[in-house]
């Protein structure tokens, strides 16, 4: 399998610095640290702003010298970085030059805004650090005192296997290895809706063993969940590679079931899935994917869907991690993603596994966290969603460093059709879904 080249764009530690003479007159007047935090929106180019906090630094209590999470994370993909040199893209528009843009405020008050170049040629090949140290922000003052800023802007390459689905995940499609503008085929789909006689995971070249403790993650959700008419059940999706072995399967292992005196799931009794690859004869779990219907949005009045994933305890492990909880809209889809850049996973009871902390101060390197499942780091993996009522045929991104095989890119297939696949479960009781989501497997051989 041959990846795709894309590239992040990374900014962080940041850290501010207010002058005497601006904090009792002009732009900086009546910023109080403990009352009034500072903040910075960052921008590259058209993209959208992202927010992070900006500590204050000062002789008595300086700054951190680095942070593992960075402020903001821009991803460019191969196609991005060419019209940007050919000048025909909209991320760029008739600027040739890319550029990180960084506004700094104090509750609504803005105190100055920031600039930098970037120029990305050859960051597709190695990290590039275009800016590390302090900058002054804004205009200087008559005495010539500055509010200044403290920022790293990198560049590094971080490529991608990208794959697309041929069809709805529900039509049981091929899935399509993407390079540049090439496809070919990698992966089928099977979608089967299992009725109540046959909800038991099977397979016609594999055989469950009775005394693996792997399978009794199987009956664990839901068995004992109450009955009831407004429920779907019994999906699944199983990826077989081009020679027709299965590689991996998304089952829904609990129901989803609309809440008492409604049409919706709730976050309160979400519906699940697992993520299963195989192993020593049967099928094992290697991630759950729970999903519901919330309000979404800064005002929290549009209908979304939200999401958890864990990722599932192996021979050596004893509690499962959260790595994604998140929401979309309903309407207009987006991006479900699982991207770990200088972050530390949450485990279960809410802790979280320490950082090596060794990044010198403006060396551009944020770090990453020593975790139990430290091979997942950085970016992991993206899958598009569209909305409710839209034709859906995900694009699924994976980062190369969590491919070691082709089960292992099967397993994140396998969890994008789960993830498009819980916009129907997860859709009002009052609509009715397509017959490929309600006809039995049994039905849908006649």
């Known amino acids: 399998m041959d990846p795709c080249q894309f590239v992040r764009v990374l900014v962080g530690n940041l850290s501010l610095k207010l002058p005497v003479s601006t904090r009792s007159t002009g732009a900086g007047a009546g910023v109080h640290p403990s009352s009034t935090p500072c903040y910075c929106k960052i921008r590259f180019n058209k993209l959208p702003y992202q927010t992070a906090p900006a500590p204050l630094d000062s002789d008595s209590t300086p700054a951190p010298a680095s942070t593992s999470t960075p402020a903001a994370v821009f991803h460019l993909s191969k196609a991005d970085l060419e019209e940007k040199i050919s000048c025909k893209s909209s991320l760029f528009g008739s600027n040739r030059t890319a550029q990180v843009k960084v506004a700094v405020y104090s509750g609504r008050r803005l105190l100055g805004k920031v600039t930098l170049p970037v120029d990305l040629k050859g960051a597709e090949g190695k990290a590039i650090v275009f800016h590390s140290g302090w900058v002054s922000v804004g205009k200087k003052k008559t005495n010539g005192a ?52 046959d909800l038991h995971l099977r397979s016609r070249s ?81 991630g759950r994917l729970e999903a519901w219907r919330e309000k979404v949005g800064s005002t929290g009045s549009t209908d979304g869907l939200g999401f958890r994933f864990d990722l599932l305890p192996d021979n050596s492990m004893n509690s499962s991690v959260s790595l994604v909880d998140t ?39 944020f770090g990453y966290g020593l975790w139990p499942f430290a091979g997942y780091r950085g970016f992991v993996m993206s899958t598009t969603v569209e909305g ?45 879904l397509r017959k490929e989501l309600t006809q039995s497997s049994n039905a849908l051989l006649h």
């Open 388 to 432: 409710e009522g839209r034709c859906s045929k995900p694009t699924v991104e994976v980062g190369v460093n969590h491919v070691g095989c082709a089960e292992d890119a099967a397993a994140f297939v396998a969890l994008a059709a789960a993830v498009d696949l819980s916009m129907d479960a997860c859709r009002s009781f009052s609509h009715k």
């Open 327 to 365: 929401s979309l809209s309903s309407a207009k889809g987006g991006k479900f993603a699982i991207d770990l850049t200088g972050t530390v996973p949450m485990n279960k009871n809410g802790s979280r596994g320490s950082s090596p902390g060794c990044s010198p101060r403006g060396s551009g390197d």
């Open 146 to 197: 500055a509010i200044e800023l403290n920022l790293t802007v990198r560049a590094e390459p971080d490529p991608r296997f990208v794959f697309e689905f041929a069809g709805e995940p529900e039509c049981s499609p091929q899935v399509l290895q993407v390079h540049g503008s090439m496809k070919q085929p990698m992966f089928t789909c099977k979608f089967s809706c299992r009725n109540n006689s």
């Open 206 to 286: 594999m055989q469950s063993d009775p005394g693996n403790s792997a399978r009794n993650w199987l009956p664990n959700f839901g068995s004992d969940r109450e009955r009831s008419a407004k429920e779907r059940k019994g999906w699944s999706v199983t990826v077989h590679d081009l020679s027709g072995s299965p590689v991996a399967m998304a089952s829904m292992v609990t129901p989803f079931v609309a809440s008492p005196g409604s049409d919706s799931v709730s976050r309160s009794n979400p519906g699940a899935w697992l993520i299963l690859q195989p192993g020593d004869g049967t099928w094992k779990p290697w």
